[in-house]
């Protein structure tokens, strides 16, 4: 028996409203999370990545650490069953159909195990057709015209992947077919019932953004700094040198902004305050570049095994104005942080000519971060 393994990730998260498989889920992205068990399963031979078009290379460079199996990246379709069919014919290609198996599993089920994987595919080998399933754990009731009514829960099981078949009359299901949610439908409709497999609790689906953090402790952080403006100093706010007759001053670049965002990173993750990690009396720091300092901060927080899901804050200032910079320093502090510029948002507002920043002899930042415990 030869195996092949098809795994389909050409989908655009619409319902996760971000693009999921590329997301990171215990220290690595679902995608390559949930290719590493079919690399290490002895059942399969070959991997197929099915995923968007404008994907192809991104997928190609994230998957090139990948040695020891053959691994293609083709392009899909507008939808599930276009992607699944372009697979399949490129195994049929390259592999041929006699005496093959091919397991067909969705990219955002990162948690699958080498163990299930083996286990289809054997019993796909034997009986043509092998797809896992799970009880269902809480009560189920069929909706119908009028109201709904209870059903026995017993009688109904949750299917997962990989659904393994063999390759030929795959192929076949696949002819001329419909859309479906899975292989075993299109399956079923030509060939008749699918072998039922035991499936894993653990080998959930990641549908919305909330399911890769579902396991996770969520802790959210508040950072404050306030800096005197003086003559004779530059002015840089989160990492942007803005021309002005004033500056910060601060032992550092005294980048408000940045400090604010590092003291909601460390409160978020339990750890002392900039002060402690950057001590205002350390001559080392004088004149530091803050956003290095953000890159200690950002290992600290890695260190204590959190991800950083979002970052924002607010600059108050009455001049210069800060609006024109805000997408430098959202780029600025993305790239330091690791994370999408699009989880980076900054906004900027006066306080009406009051007190110190209303005079214009200082500024001030407050900024707000989500941190997700990661594992």
Same mark, same amino acid.
């Given at each position: 028996?030869?195996?092949?393994?098809?795994?389909?990730?050409?989908?655009?998260?619409?319902?996760?409203?971000?693009?999921?498989?590329?997301?990171?889920?215990?220290?690595?992205?679902?995608?390559?999370?949930?290719? #590493?068990?079919?690399?290490?399963?002895?059942? /399969?031979?070959?991997?197929?990545?099915?995923?968007?078009?404008?994907?192809?290379?991104?997928?190609?460079?994230?998957?090139?650490?990948?040695?020891?199996?053959?691994?293609?990246?083709?392009?899909?379709?507008?939808?599930?069953?276009?992607?699944?069919?372009?697979?399949?014919?490129?195994?049929?290609?390259?592999?041929?159909?006699?005496?093959?198996?091919?397991?067909?599993?969705?990219?955002?089920?990162?948690?699958?195990?080498?163990?299930?994987?083996?286990?289809?595919?054997?019993?796909?080998?034997?009986?043509?057709?092998?797809?896992?399933?799970?009880?269902?754990?809480?009560?189920?009731?069929?909706?119908?015209?009028?109201?709904?009514?209870?059903?026995?829960?017993?009688?109904?099981?949750?299917?997962?992947?990989?659904?393994?078949?063999?390759?030929?009359?795959?192929?076949?299901?696949?002819?001329?077919?419909?859309?479906?949610?899975?292989?075993?439908?299109?399956?079923?409709?030509?060939?008749?019932? /699918?072998?039922?497999?035991?499936?894993?609790?653990?080998?959930?689906?990641?549908?919305?953004?909330?399911?890769?953090?579902?396991?996770?402790?969520?802790?959210?952080?508040?950072?404050?700094?306030?800096?005197?403006?003086?003559?004779?100093?530059?002015?840089?706010?989160?990492?942007?040198?803005?021309?002005?007759?004033?500056?910060?001053?601060?032992?550092?670049?005294?980048?408000?902004?940045?400090?604010? /965002?590092?003291?909601?990173?460390?409160?978020?993750?339990?750890?002392?305050?900039?002060?402690?990690?950057?001590?205002?009396?350390?001559?080392?720091?004088?004149?530091?570049?803050?956003?290095?300092?953000?890159?200690?901060?950002?290992?600290?927080?890695?260190?204590?095994?959190?991800?950083?899901?979002?970052?924002?804050?607010?600059?108050?200032?009455?001049?210069?104005?800060?609006?024109?910079?805000?997408?430098?320093?959202?780029?600025?502090?993305?790239?330091?942080?690791?994370?999408?510029?699009?989880?980076? #948002?900054?906004?900027?507002?006066?306080?009406?000519?009051?007190?110190?920043?209303?005079?214009?002899?200082?500024?001030?930042?407050?900024?707000?971060?989500?941190?997700?415990?990661?594992?």
């Amino acid at each position: 028996m030869k195996g092949v393994a098809i795994i389909a990730a050409a989908g655009r998260g619409l319902r996760a409203g971000v693009d999921k498989i590329r997301m990171t889920v215990q220290d690595e992205t679902v995608l390559t999370k949930c290719i #590493r068990p079919f690399f290490t399963c002895r059942a /399969v031979d070959e991997i197929i990545v099915v995923t968007r078009e404008d994907a192809l290379d991104a997928t190609r460079a994230l998957l090139s650490s990948f040695e020891g199996k053959s691994i293609s990246v083709i392009a899909g379709g507008d939808t599930r069953t276009e992607s699944v069919r372009n697979a399949l014919l490129y195994a049929k290609e390259h592999c041929g159909v006699a005496d093959v198996v091919v397991a067909v599993h969705d990219g955002a089920r990162p948690f699958v195990t080498s163990a299930l994987i083996e286990r289809c595919m054997l019993l796909a080998a034997k009986d043509g057709s092998a797809v896992p399933v799970v009880p269902c754990a809480d009560s189920v009731r069929r909706i119908e015209d009028g109201g709904s009514r209870a059903v026995d829960r017993k009688e109904y099981v949750l299917v997962q992947t990989p659904q393994c078949f063999d390759l030929a009359r795959l192929i076949s299901a696949y002819d001329g077919a419909l859309d479906a949610t899975d292989d075993a439908t299109l399956y079923e409709r030509r060939f008749g019932a /699918v072998s039922l497999a035991e499936g894993e609790a653990q080998n959930r689906k990641i549908t919305y953004l909330s399911d890769i953090y579902a396991d996770n402790c969520d802790r959210v952080g508040v950072g404050f700094d306030v800096h005197e403006l003086v003559e004779g100093r530059p002015l840089i706010v989160g990492g942007v040198r803005i021309p002005h007759g004033k500056g910060l001053l601060g032992h550092s670049d005294a980048d408000v902004l940045t400090h604010a /965002v590092m003291d909601a990173l460390l409160t978020a993750s339990d750890l002392p305050d900039i002060g402690h990690f950057f001590p205002p009396d350390d001559p080392k720091y004088e004149g530091a570049d803050s956003l290095v300092l953000l890159a200690t901060v950002r290992d600290a927080v890695k260190a204590k095994k959190y991800s950083i899901v979002n970052v924002s804050a607010t600059i108050l200032a009455e001049k210069p104005k800060m609006a024109p910079h805000l997408p430098e320093m959202e780029r600025n502090i993305a790239e330091v942080l690791g994370i999408d510029v699009s989880d980076v #948002r900054f906004a900027a507002t006066t306080t009406e000519k009051l007190g110190i920043i209303g005079e214009e002899r200082g500024m001030a930042a407050e900024a707000v971060a989500l941190l997700a415990k990661r594992g």
